[in-house]
Each structure stands twice: as C-alpha cells, then as structure tokens.
C-alpha cells in the first residue's frame, strides 16, 4: 500500500527566500513520486516526478525534489520564492504495475511575503 | 493538442439526487482517472476506466459508479447524493503503458445541499 504525509499544512515564506515543502511516502515497491501545484479554483499541475534514475529531479517554474530513499523523502525545493509561486502544493505517490492509482497527501498551502 | 476539460464547472444538488460528471481526455489518452477532492483535503481516488472497464477502485461506496465510452470520455455518477459528496471532482487522463503520466482538468465543483 501507498501513503503520503506532508509536515507542515501551512508554510510562509518571504519572497527571495527559501522554500522547503516537505513529503514522506510509504510505499511496497520502489514508487514514483509527484509533486502537484493547484492555483485557487483550478485544477492540479505537474511540478515535477520521479520515476527512476537520477534522483535530484528538476521541475518546472525553478522547482526541485530529491528521492531519499533511505529517508522514504521527496522534499520540494526552491531557491527563491516568487509571489506567484504562492498556492497549494500536492505531494503524491504511485506504484507501477498496480494501475499507477495516485495517492495524494493533504496539501501545503505556501504563502508568500512580500 | 486539447487539455482535459470537464463539464459543468459548478453543479448544485439536492441531499438524495443523482448527478452525472463529465470528463473528456486529453487528446490520444486511453485511461481516466477520477479524484475526489474534499474542501481543505488531498484528492482521493474513486476509480480508473481502461478500455471502457473499470480498472482498480478506491474507498468509495457503489453509488459512485463510472463509464468510460469508446472516445476515451468518461462519465462519473453518484446516486443518492448525501452532503459529505461535496467536494471537487477532478477527472485525469494518461496513456495507460504511461499512467503515471496523468494530465488533469479544472473539476467540477459539486456542492449538495
């Protein structure tokens, strides 16, 4: 079985600072793990995934995650926070072979100060 | 290349109706996916139709039922509705040798009363 725990329901952070959005999974088999943004009254947006190989993967809008496994870890990063990054953030897992059924965590609402 | 779109944006019932959701998939996409999203709360997934059969099903109840037509849209029903239905209901379409590849639309923001 599959599950995601995102720390942190809430996360501020000025803009040109550091953002750190943090995701643990569970999973049976090696996963595949996903990171989603959604804008208010919208639907999900791929930030970036991680399927296999290299385990630093980068996404889109300046957005970067590292598979640890040893840490059962996917934490987005972002050098340098925009006002538009401001949204809710999605981590979620996935199994291959089992139908790729998503499991989602329940978000991190990140707001940015200007 | 068409995006997924879903249809209606917004939809009020009534505690006891039926509502049907719909889903057209992103263009050469063969496999739908459908999420619920409660209000503050991650999607949860409902079910996944491959080839007009549903393949794998979440927690949900059989009164959440699906069909999926030989165009890849899809339809999502929920009969006797009860107030913790509302929520956003997101529909995702992906190649299914590349599932994990999910694309997804805006939802439908169903509200029962």
């Known amino acids: 079985a599959q599950s995601v725990t995102q720390l942190g329901s809430h996360v501020s952070v000025s803009e040109g600072a550091l953002v750190l959005l943090r995701c643990n999974y569970s999973?049976?088999?090696?996963?595949?793990l996903f990171w989603y943004v959604q804008y208010p009254n919208q639907g999900l947006q791929l930030l970036l995934k991680?399927?296999?190989?290299?385990?630093l993967v980068k996404g889109i809008n300046g957005f970067e995650a590292e598979f640890k496994k040893s840490e059962t870890s996917f934490h987005l990063t972002k050098p340098s926070a925009h006002m538009s990054d401001a949204a809710e953030y999605f981590c979620a897992v996935s199994a291959p072979n089992t139908g790729n059924q998503f499991y989602f965590g329940t978000g991190t609402s990140l707001t940015v100060i200007p | 290349e068409t995006g997924v779109t879903q249809s209606p944006t917004h939809l009020i019932k009534t505690r006891g109706q039926q509502v049907t959701l719909r889903c057209s998939s992103q263009?050469?996409?063969?496999?739908v996916s459908w999420y619920q999203q409660a209000l503050g709360q991650g999607p949860q997934f409902i079910f996944q139709y491959y080839r007009e059969e549903e393949n794998g099903r979440g927690n949900f109840p059989p009164r959440f039922s699906g069909l999926q037509f030989p165009n890849y849209s899809s339809e999502l029903n929920v009969n006797a509705l009860e107030l913790d239905d509302s929520a956003l209901y997101l529909c995702a379409s992906s190649l299914w040798t590349d599932s994990y590849e999910q694309y997804f639309g805006p939802g439908t923001r169903l509200t029962v009363t």
């Open positions: 999973s049976s088999v090696p996963p595949y």
């Open positions: 991680y399927t296999t190989g290299a385990t």
């Open positions: 263009s050469g996409h063969n496999t």
